[in-house]
């Protein structure tokens, strides 16, 4: 327990930035799904209607999501003199070949698909797209 506490005082800063961050995402697709519930008229879907009868079209944005996440919080900083862009060009690709997949899904793929595909995004995230210094 010693040792998480202490773990806890150094990175605290950090914390508080993944509250604040987490705090505010959640805020604003909290407004924006107000709104789009009152524009419910025009046809405009809520991300509730977008979540439960489009995930398999959206398995494209839990990559993206989970390389994003792990991009932010879990940079790795490689002091070679190279370009990012390869990194780049690789995890978007995978991003746009995923995008291409899910256009052709008949259904929702399980739940563990989904979180092996989250996972895999942060992975590839970090391992192919350091940060160069």
Known sequence: ?????????????????????????????LLIDIVLVTLEGKDYPTFSYVVKNLRHRLIWF????????????????????????????AFFSMVFLLFVIGRHLETAPSLFL??????????????????YQ
């Open 62 to 89: 839990t990559f993206l999501y989970g390389g994003l996440m792990a991009k932010i919080f879990y940079n790795r900083k490689v002091g070679e003199k190279e370009k990012e862009v390869t990194g780049l060009l």
């Open 114 to 131: 989904q979180v092996i595909l989250l996972v895999t995004g942060g992975i590839m995230a970090y391992r192919a797209w350091p940060q």
């Open 1 to 29: 327990m010693n040792k998480l506490n202490k773990f806890l005082k150094r990175h605290l800063s950090e914390i508080r930035t993944i509250k604040i961050v987490v705090a505010v995402m959640l805020g604003l697709m």
